[in-house]
């Protein structure tokens, strides 16, 4: 399975569609009421061309009254095909819905107005005329017809190579976000943009810090849930998993990892292996403020101090404890991480190493600024 793509249907149960395999004419298919269980498993066929069924996803139409998926397939070349359905068990003959004239995959549609807006992407090779291949663009139309997008583009180049899968959230508030998932040079790495209106198509980068990209997860996809959808999903699964992530402030783009010998040090995040950079908040005493960092991939291993240099030690009376305090900045979702050993002293990014040192400087402020959480 690839490319999940959760939909509440009209009648308001969930469908979950998925590619299946890598070049399979048949998508995955389920049904799910409260998206805990989940029934019904089955392979839709949309084509039979031999050509590969990627990135499905449905919009409804309420003109026509049917679900439109619309999936990447190929034959010379790359074009976004639809498949209508009223029920998800049976589908029409797969159409062309946009061709633009060059290579396309990963069709994403939203409505603001009475503007329908087709954010894509270009899968031509970057290296050749135009160079404007592996980014995010855009194409709009008043109406969901096939072919309607094809001659209407936007002036919308998001992203430097290689980008694709993008996917539009209304924030309502804000306006909207645009989240592109990067495959290369490192994998499983998500960037987003803001805009106050699809119509204009200036999107703005996010800061680094302000976003944390889901861990080890490809393609993205959302779906909105009801309070009390939400407190089953919780009931079944959890409030939140037992591992979190030390993201680091001065590097946003990086965590705290066990990788090097022992060593904690701090890198870029990879798409896998990603469990090295996983760690459990361990409390000192049930009701206390101090903690232990234990290493998720290596249980029973624990940051310790070792000439004020932090590495990861199986014996636990060497392990260190450490306390929590607000992080050098305004953002209260950034911490500072005091060893109670040496009070005074931080855990502080050193080159790729993590030391206790006490705070000299601004710069010093931002590399003992991190960010605990999923």
């Not at 663009?137 to 430097?160: C, H, T, W």
């Amino acid at each position: 399975m690839r490319d999940p793509f959760i939909y509440r249907k009209q009648d308001g149960d969930f469908v979950v569609l998925a590619t299946d395999m890598w070049n399979s004419e048949y998508i995955q298919c389920y049904d799910s009421k409260d998206l805990v269980t989940f029934t019904n498993s089955r392979l839709l066929h949309l084509n039979n061309n031999g050509m590969h069924a990627w990135a499905p996803e449905v919009i409804y139409d309420n003109k026509s009254k049917y679900y439109l998926i619309l999936w990447s397939g190929n034959t010379d070349r790359n074009r976004i095909y639809v498949s209508y359905t009223k029920d998800f068990i049976e589908v029409s003959e797969a159409e062309i819905f946009f061709d633009p004239g060059f290579d396309v995959i990963d069709a994403n549609i939203k409505k603001e107005g009475d503007t329908y807006y087709l954010y894509f992407k270009d899968e031509r090779d970057p290296d050749e005329s135009p160079y404007e291949g592996k980014r995010i663009k855009a194409a709009y139309s008043n109406e969901l017809k096939p072919r309607a997008f094809d001659n209407q583009l936007m002036d919308v180049l998001i992203g430097e190579p290689m980008f694709e899968a993008p996917m539009l959230l209304n924030n309502m508030e804000d306006g909207w976000l645009l989240y592109g998932d990067s495959y290369y040079p490192e994998n499983g790495k998500f960037y987003g943009w803001k805009s106050k209106s699809l119509t204009s198509g200036e999107w703005i980068p996010l800061k680094r810090e302000d976003y944390n990209p889901p861990l080890n997860a490809k393609h993205p996809a959302y779906v909105e849930v009801s309070e009390k959808e939400l407190e089953l999903l919780v009931k079944k699964w959890g409030k939140r998993p037992e591992w979190n992530r030390i993201r680091s402030y001065s590097s946003p783009e990086a965590y705290l990892t066990t990788v090097n010998n022992g060593f904690i040090t701090i890198e870029v995040y990879p798409f896998d292996p990603y469990q090295e950079m996983l760690w459990k908040i361990v409390k000192d005493k049930p009701n206390g403020d101090n903690i232990y960092l234990e290493s998720i991939t290596y249980p029973g291993n624990f940051v310790s101090i070792e000439k004020f240099v932090c590495k990861l030690n199986s014996d636990k009376n060497k392990a260190s404890s450490f306390t929590l305090t607000r992080g050098f900045t305004n953002n209260d979702r950034w911490h500072a991480i005091e060893s109670i050993e040496f009070r005074g002293k931080f855990m502080q990014i050193d080159g790729k190493h993590i030391r206790i040192k006490t705070i000299e400087t601004e710069e010093d402020e931002k590399r003992a600024t991190f960010q605990i959480g999923y």
